[in-house]
């Protein structure tokens, strides 16, 4: 047990010199509990990445290639993405827990993750991964499903999201501006699949983190048109009619369980919908 939590320990070492060693003093973290570390650190590192990916690329749909992308009465307000930036900043020191207990949970040999991939060879680390990806596939589609489908879930905890649900009330820094409850609700999928097959602790943490740039990426309205990635243009859709597109990163779950809508082929279906809603 040692041996094995060691690995573990000497990895979130090296994540908390990169983060808090570089950016803090080390007198106002290392007399810090342990446990406080790994939040301090996780939510430092949700900031830069969210300020990071949303700010750079906004900078480049909106300015540099303004127009190319996105139309000029198409681009969000500066109200509107401050509005958004102040949520996800509500929710931020929330959202940085679940991460922290993921780690505790691993370092106490709760789950089945393992600290390096040499433990179990490329082919075995490929296979785990593919299933963690479908278990999380799965897990968001329907969570994210349910905060629709059950009312008091989407009235105090989903409604708060879809403030945003048109193209220009949309932008990369709405994708981590939930309630906190909501938030972490979509993220624990990545937990659970801990607790079902063997996962690569470091690729855990990157997929955590990953989920950042992600949610930026399909809350710019670009349809990216890269089968079968549900890109923004399908995420747009879900904003729009609330009732398709809930899947994360592939097409396959909505496809499965005939909630998917394509922005192309489907446009005036979408048209029909978005009437009915307002």
Sequence with gaps: ???????????????????????????????????????????????????TSGLLWCLYIYCLKRNVYVPRDAVPSNESMRL????????????????????????????????????????????????????????????????HDIKPLYKYLH?????????????????LA???????LQAIPHVIALFVVPTHFRTHMLLFFMEGIWTTNIHDCIHGKVWPIMGAGYHTIHHTTYRHNYGHYTLWM??????????????KKVETNSKKVT
């Excluded at 193209?167 to 990369?172: G, Y």
């Excluded at 909505?254 to 446009?267: V, Y």
């Design 254 to 267: 909505d496809w499965m369980f005939g909630t998917l809508l394509d922005p192309e082929t489907d446009i």
């Design 1 to 51: 047990m040692g041996d094995y939590r060691q690995g573990f320990l000497d990895e979130t070492e090296w994540y908390n010199s990169i983060v808090l060693g570089n950016l803090l003093p080390e007198y106002l973290w290392k007399p810090l509990p342990y446990m406080v570390h790994a939040w301090l650190r996780n939510y430092i590192g949700g900031l830069l990445l969210y300020f």
């Design 178 to 184: 939930f309630h906190p409850l909501d938030g972490i």
């Design 159 to 175: 409604a708060t999201h879809h403030i945003y649900n048109k193209q220009n009330t949309l932008s990369p820094f709405a994708g």
């Design 84 to 147: 958004q930036i102040i949520v996800t900043m509500k929710a931020m020191p929330w959202y940085s827990v679940l991460p922290t207990v993921s780690e505790y949970m691993i370092e106490s040999g709760w789950t089945k993750c393992f600290s390096s991939i040499s433990e179990v060879g490329w082919p075995m680390y490929l296979i785990y991964l593919s299933v963690y990806l479908a278990i999380v596939e799965f897990g968001i589609y329907w969570m994210h499903r349910e905060l």
